[in-house]
């Protein structure tokens, strides 16, 4: 063969020597067959084989197969992005006409897609209270579909009483979808808690280092099957290299969850005794108002905190200014910590009513605690409080 086709072949397609301990990136979009007889097969369900990496590819798969064992769930799916995996979740299971009940306080992301894109494709969606959510029994029409919800919520950290959404889904052949990110699974089993889908975006803590975006769904065979259908059309699928930066990031999410769960206790602690800060939200705290559910429902509050400045943005913002460590960015869940404001983010644009009703005031800043030392991340939050 001459040198141009020899480049191109050699090396290639001899992978079944090495026994390479982890799974490598399978850095390719489609897979070798031998015959018709081996395509007949695939087509026909009868072989492990892949395809084309739109559908599957090993990498991925090798990730997905960690987040379902994570989750508790028969089978996992991985997408380029949480979004990627909440509006392929939603067209697979919903068409027009159907109605989903989504709690009003969720990921804007979440919110956008419900309330100004998919209607435009014919789905009903209805936007519900903590209250309503708190008697689930009467949310529901005879068009209902899905229920999509959160807890811990952003930035309040309030929590829903997880079992009993899904039971009332249960009882009435809806899909309860629960969005886990907050809490991640180490903390939270939403499957175990009876919700039929644990969806999250796998850029926050499952990946934990701030350099992958992706998003998953855990659940059924049954429902899992019908997303993959969806995944393949809409293509929504995520690429080799992420998924193996992901499976490396969720090896070591249990060391990397009791840290978060422990700076954030420490951090929250710390606030809550400091005159200067006005009201603090984390669930590990006796004085949040779910602390009870959170405990029922949770092993671990997580790595989020909440602190409020006497409703004051030109306080908070001078806080903001003068942090060091705690590094000014949007997103959540890696190893650095972070701070944000929800007025100039979440919940940017929104009216004193809004907010009001969000239970969310413009002296709140956001932390994402990290895994720096507790005592250096609350000196810099000192420092920056004077
Ligand atoms: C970030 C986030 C999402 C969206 O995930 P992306 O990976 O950014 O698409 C969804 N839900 C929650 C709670 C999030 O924090």
């Given amino acids: 063969m001459q040198p141009a086709t020899r480049l191109i072949h050699s090396g290639e397609g001899d992978l079944g020597h090495p026994a390479p301990l982890t799974t490598p990136i399978y850095e390719t979009t489609t897979f070798l067959f031998e015959s018709a007889a081996e395509v007949l097969a695939f087509n026909e369900g009868r072989s492990p084989k892949y395809l084309y990496s739109r559908y599957g590819n090993p990498t991925i798969v090798s990730a997905e197969q960690k987040v379902a064992a994570l989750d508790g769930a028969e089978a996992a799916l991985l997408f380029a992005s949480g979004m990627a995996a909440t509006s392929t979740i939603l067209m697979a299971l919903t068409g027009a006409g159907d109605e989903v009940i989504c709690s009003a306080a969720i990921y804007g992301g979440t919110l956008h897609l419900l309330a100004d894109l998919l209607p435009r494709f014919g789905l009903k969606p209805r936007f519900v209270s903590l209250d309503e959510l708190a008697k689930p029994e009467a949310m529901f029409t005879d068009r209902t579909k899905v229920v999509w919800f959160e807890s811990p919520i952003n930035p309040t950290l309030r929590c829903v009483d997880v079992r009993k959404v899904a039971n009332a889904?249960?009882?009435?052949?809806?899909?309860?979808?629960?969005?886990?990110?907050?809490?991640?699974?180490?903390?939270?089993?939403?499957?175990?808690?009876g919700v039929d889908l644990a969806m999250q975006s796998a850029t926050k803590y499952l990946n934990g280092h701030s350099d992958v975006t992706a998003g998953a769904v855990s659940g059924s065979k049954t429902l899992i099957e019908r997303i993959d259908k969806a995944r393949r059309l809409l293509g929504t699928i995520t690429d080799p290299a992420p998924a193996y930066a992901l499976a490396r990031g969720m090896k070591t999410l249990t060391v990397r969850m009791e840290r978060h769960n422990r700076n954030a206790q420490a951090v929250a602690e710390f606030l809550e005794q400091d005159r200067r800060v006005s009201q603090v939200y984390y669930p590990g705290l006796p004085a949040h108002p779910d602390h009870a559910i959170a405990r029922a429902q949770m092993c671990g509050f997580g790595g989020m905190v909440c602190l409020d400045l006497g409703g004051s943005f030109d306080r908070v913002s001078r806080l903001f200014d003068h942090v060091h460590l705690f590094k000014r960015a949007v997103s959540l869940g890696g190893v650095e910590s972070l701070i944000s404001l929800p007025v100039l983010t979440s919940q940017w644009g929104h009216t004193d009513a809004q907010l009001a009703e969000a239970g969310i005031t413009r002296g709140m800043a956001r932390l994402s605690v990290g895994l720096e030392d507790p005592q250096d991340l609350i000196a810099d939050l000192d420092q920056a409080l004077g």
């Fill in 169 to 193: 889904c249960r009882a009435r052949g809806v899909v309860s979808v629960l969005d886990n990110t907050f809490a991640s699974p180490i903390n939270q089993q939403p499957l175990a808690l």
